[in-house]
């Protein structure tokens, strides 16, 4: 697994531990929506050689339903395999916990991400018609493409 060939310790984050915010504003550029989430997340730290190199969020929707509100990868260590490390081991932490569902939400213009999610067993269940144009104050595009919806996909 990758973990292992890129020397990768998956932690739980203490809850009062300092907020990793530089990293979730890679995947979220709005603090004040993070704050909404975060302190209520469970959150999961991707080190190599100690340093925090990427990040996972999970919110509990239900006390059997889990959605990944954040997952962030340090821009010069993307493309080696971390987000697929974060989402797996997220994955895992899921089944372990008993969860019966997890999901995770990203925007229309997100083609890469959505590639991610379902390469990693989501599928596309729902589309929150305008999110991002209604809950972010400035307009978002990635792609070429304006972030519209958001694309929720789900599995377990
Ligand atoms: N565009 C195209 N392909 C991509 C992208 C992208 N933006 N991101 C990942 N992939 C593909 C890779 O090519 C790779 O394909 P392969 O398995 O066929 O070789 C696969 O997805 C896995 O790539 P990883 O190297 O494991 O992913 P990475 O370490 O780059 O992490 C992540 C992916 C987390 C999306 C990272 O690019 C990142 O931090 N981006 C900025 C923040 C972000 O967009 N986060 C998600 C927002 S939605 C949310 O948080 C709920
Ligand atoms: N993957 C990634 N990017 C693509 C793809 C693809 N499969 N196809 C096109 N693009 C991108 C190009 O990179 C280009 O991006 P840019 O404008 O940012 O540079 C843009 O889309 C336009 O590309 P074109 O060169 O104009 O598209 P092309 O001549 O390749 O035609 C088409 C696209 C019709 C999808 C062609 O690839 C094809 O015939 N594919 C096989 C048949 C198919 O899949 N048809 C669609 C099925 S759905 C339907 O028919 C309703």
């Not at 310790?9 to 203490?14: A, G, R, T, V």
């Not at 008993?98 to 995770?104: A, G, M």
């Not at 379902?118 to 400035?138: A, L, M, R, S, V």
Request: contains cysteine; aromatic residues 8%.
């Amino acid at each position: 697994m990758a973990g292992n060939r890129l020397n990768l310790i998956f932690q739980k984050l203490d809850k009062n531990a300092i907020i990793p915010y530089d990293l979730l504003l890679l995947a979220d550029p709005s603090k004040d929506l993070i704050e909404q989430y975060i302190k209520l997340s469970d959150i999961y730290i991707a080190r190599q050689n100690e340093e925090a190199v990427g990040v996972i969020a999970l919110f509990p929707l239900t006390p059997d339903a889990v959605e990944i509100k954040n997952v962030a990868v340090r821009p010069e260590f993307q493309g080696k395999g971390l987000g697929s490390y974060l989402i797996e081991n997220a994955i895992n932490t899921a089944v372990h916990n008993k969860q019966k569902s997890i999901c995770i939400g990203t925007a229309n213009s997100s083609v890469g991400q959505l590639y991610l999610y379902q390469k990693h067993g989501f599928e596309i269940t729902e589309i929150k018609k305008d999110f991002f144009i209604n809950n972010y104050p400035e307009s978002i595009y990635e792609n070429g493409i304006q972030a519209k919806h958001m694309v929720l996909t789900r599995q377990l």
